[in-house]
């Protein structure tokens, strides 16, 4: 066996690839963060170590708040940059979807990283709006509002522009148009409006509904002809200012891209030429994360850059303005996954181990033993060779399942049944041994070898912290956050704490592609094994539920610091709910139900079945339960 050394590591979870330059592995074998170039690496272990010393305990989130800064300013320096290069008469004004991550300090960070770009806000909700014009406070910035909207909605972005704020109503069904004209009328504002186009190019993956006749979302071409007809017909053709379209979320394929831009502009200029007073070219969201690493067109990657994208937007739509003789509008776009995926991930322990194999039970022959027993002792009494193995395996898979009719009939005992299973896993592991020996393995005992894994169980909830694994198998990357210069030697899956079947991990990506085992280590009882699940900054963060009541998670926030010994400190701490939190969401009364128990031990001391002081201990221990985090407490 060769040795291994830390470019192992790195290839066996791809962590150069999907990690963006974020993420390495230490000389000490710690999962590392570099938040930018000039940072002191950050060990992830270290800020665990740190969080336990607080009081914070697993699981948790840990958000690298520079990670969030740096892809901002990248985003914008890159349009900048092409821009510049393109000779491209318009700017780039980028918006931030809050609904990606809606978390204040998320979007107060953004905000403020995107200060000097004039980076603006997207709401697709009325909540999601109200929080936005608060936040949204730079005199440039764009305001751009999706989603549907009933007058309410309406009256706060007429609202938002007597503040002064650049706020676009997107109209993405014709229906919304004379409701605005309407209170726009009376309430004496002029809106700023954005056409939302249906388009038609074939998007693919997940988000395949998001285009063609059937979406959701948007105006047909002749909507918008009769929109701007309408605008038209009260005077009003100047109030359009902004073209949108948005074909859907995570586009792993750059050709979906360069198709919507071409549609897009070709419907921009037509519109501009019919007399709108068009300035913004809204590109959507969209740009894809590379969450398995390949750079390829599969659901959980993108088979392209940055650059490529932004190279794509700019110099298509240049191309289609320079020979329409329409003017380079200027370019909106809404990446939030791409803004938001690095910045944060889940950190969980591993509690405990789930064994499919059970060989471990006492098998000491007994008078008169069942034939099945005596007949699996047989095939575990046989020298496993190339020309019999097959034989052994077929013949003890069958004997089990007698043995398990056997049981079902009454037929053999409980204690028959445990030394027959025994004799099984028994057969099965040497079958393993004998395989690691042979150069051929045949497909049955590599099936075999998978549902065999043992599964690691961590302390998390899939629901809560990786929503988008459970719902539409999106891949995250998972490594574990230490001993990444020892081999390691098990494959497992991972379980979940929720009583639920569905609350396992077992997608994972590894230097072949995706498997439904990861390699991990020997666990060792006197350590704590951190495991990080990563890339869970966009829609994971927010998208949880509390199934099984399992709440939300302790979060740290965390900066780097070249000054500091670590180069880090943790600047917030935002401790997650506890059982009373998420009791009293599903209306339950914690100080009732505490009132309710008390009563109940008043009565049992007073009939002194139980001493006073015991009485006590107990009702003081269930509160002290009702006001502690969901998650096992370790
Ligand atoms: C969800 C959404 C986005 C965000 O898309 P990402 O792929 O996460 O960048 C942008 N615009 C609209 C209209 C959306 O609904």
């Known amino acids: 066996m060769e040795e291994w050394t830390k470019e192992e590591a790195e290839k066996t979870y791809n962590i150069n690839t999907w990690g963006e330059g974020y993420f390495d592995i230490s000389n000490e074998g710690d999962l590392i963060v570099r938040p930018n170039p000039e940072a002191k690496p950050i060990s992830i272990k270290e800020v665990v170590q740190e969080m336990h010393s607080q009081g914070v305990s697993l699981p948790a989130v840990i958000r690298f708040h520079d990670i969030l800064r740096s892809q901002v300013i990248k985003l914008n320096t890159t349009f900048r940059d092409v821009v510049t290069e393109a000779k491209y008469q318009g700017k780039y004004c980028g918006v931030y979807p809050v609904k990606v991550n809606q978390m204040r300090e998320v979007v107060e960070e953004i905000v403020d990283a995107g200060d000097g770009?004039?980076?603006?806000?997207?709401?697709?909700?009325?909540?999601?709006?109200?929080?936005?014009?608060?936040?949204?406070?730079?005199?440039?910035?764009?305001?751009?509002?999706?989603?549907?909207?009933?007058e309410d909605y309406l009256r706060l972005a007429l609202l938002g522009r007597q503040l002064g704020r650049k706020v676009v109503v997107v109209i993405e069904k014709f229906s919304e148009l004379p409701k605005l004209l309407k209170i726009s009328e009376e309430m004496q504002v002029k809106p700023l409006i954005g056409l939302r186009g249906k388009m038609s190019v074939k998007s693919q993956g997940r988000w395949a509904k998001s285009t063609g006749d059937r979406a959701k979302f948007g105006l047909s071409i002749s909507e918008m002809i009769k929109a701007v007809k309408l605008m038209e017909s009260h005077g009003l053709k100047d109030c359009i200012k902004l073209f949108h379209f948005h074909i859907g979320s995570q586009i792993s394929d750059i050709r979906t891209f360069k198709q919507a831009i071409s549609e897009g502009a070709r419907i921009y200029t037509q519109l501009f030429k019919m007399g709108c007073s068009l300035e913004y070219f809204d590109a959507g969201g969209g740009l894809g994360i590379d969450y398995d690493g390949?750079?390829?067109?599969?659901?959980?990657?993108?088979?392209?850059?940055?650059?490529?994208?932004?190279?794509?937007?700019?110099?298509?739509?240049?191309?289609?303005?320079?020979?329409?003789?329409?003017?380079?509008?200027?370019?909106?776009?809404?990446?939030?996954?791409a803004i938001t995926a690095h910045h944060s991930l889940v950190v969980t322990n591993v509690i405990d181990q789930i064994n499919v194999k059970q060989p471990n039970h006492d098998t000491t022959k007994h008078d008169n033993e069942h034939h099945l027993i005596k007949n699996m002792r047989e095939m575990h009494s046989w020298n496993m060779q190339e020309d019999n193995f097959q034989e052994i395996y077929n013949e003890a898979v069958q004997l089990k399942e007698q043995g398990l009719s056997a049981f079902n009939l009454g037929v053999i005992s409980l204690e028959d049944?445990?030394?027959?299973?025994?004799?099984?896993?028994?057969?099965?592991?040497?079958?393993?041994?004998?395989?690691?020996?042979?150069?051929?393995?045949?497909?049955?005992?590599?099936?075999?070898?998978?549902?065999?894994?043992?599964?690691?169980?961590?302390?998390?909830s899939v629901f809560q912290s990786a929503a988008d694994h459970w719902a539409i198998d999106q891949l995250l990357p998972v490594v574990p956050l230490s001993r990444l210069n020892e081999r390691p030697t098990v494959n497992c899956s991972l379980a979940d704490i929720t009583c639920d079947s569905d609350g396992?991990?077992?997608?994972?990506?590894?230097?072949?592609?995706?498997?439904?085992?990861?390699a991990i280590h020997e666990l060792d009882k006197e350590q704590e094994y951190l495991i990080g699940m990563f890339l869970t900054g966009a829609y994971q963060d927010v998208m949880g539920d509390m199934h099984n009541l399992f709440g939300r998670l302790h979060e740290v926030h965390v900066y780097g610091d070249n000054d500091d010994p670590q180069g880090f400190y943790i600047e917030e701490i935002i401790k997650g709910n506890t059982s009373?939190?998420?009791?009293?969401?599903m209306q339950y009364n914690p100080e009732l139900m505490a009132q309710r128990l008390k009563k109940k031990m008043n009565k049992i001391v007073s009939e002194g079945k139980i001493p006073p002081r015991l009485g006590v201990k107990l009702v003081d221990f269930y509160e002290d339960c009702l006001t502690s985090y969901t998650y096992l407490r370790n």
Request: charged share 20%; aromatic share 10%; with cysteine.
């Open 117 to 150: 770009f004039g980076h603006g806000l997207e709401a697709g909700s009325k909540p999601e709006l109200l929080s936005v014009l608060a936040y949204n406070t730079h005199p440039e910035a764009l305001t751009v509002l999706n989603g549907y909207k009933d």
């Open 294 to 337: 390949s750079r390829s067109n599969s659901d959980s990657s993108c088979n392209y850059t940055l650059v490529e994208y932004v190279s794509d937007i700019v110099y298509g739509l240049k191309q289609i303005c320079d020979l329409e003789k329409v003017p380079h509008p200027n370019i909106v776009t809404e990446s939030g996954r």
């Open 417 to 460: 049944r445990a030394i027959l299973e025994t004799l099984y896993w028994q057969i099965i592991e040497k079958l393993q041994n004998f395989c690691k020996e042979i150069e051929f393995v045949p497909e049955f005992l590599t099936n075999l070898e998978d549902s065999l894994a043992p599964q690691y169980l961590c302390n998390f």
């Open 504 to 518: 396992i991990i077992d997608k994972f990506i590894n230097r072949e592609g995706i498997s439904s085992t990861m």
């Open 580 to 585: 009373s939190t998420v009791l009293s969401t």
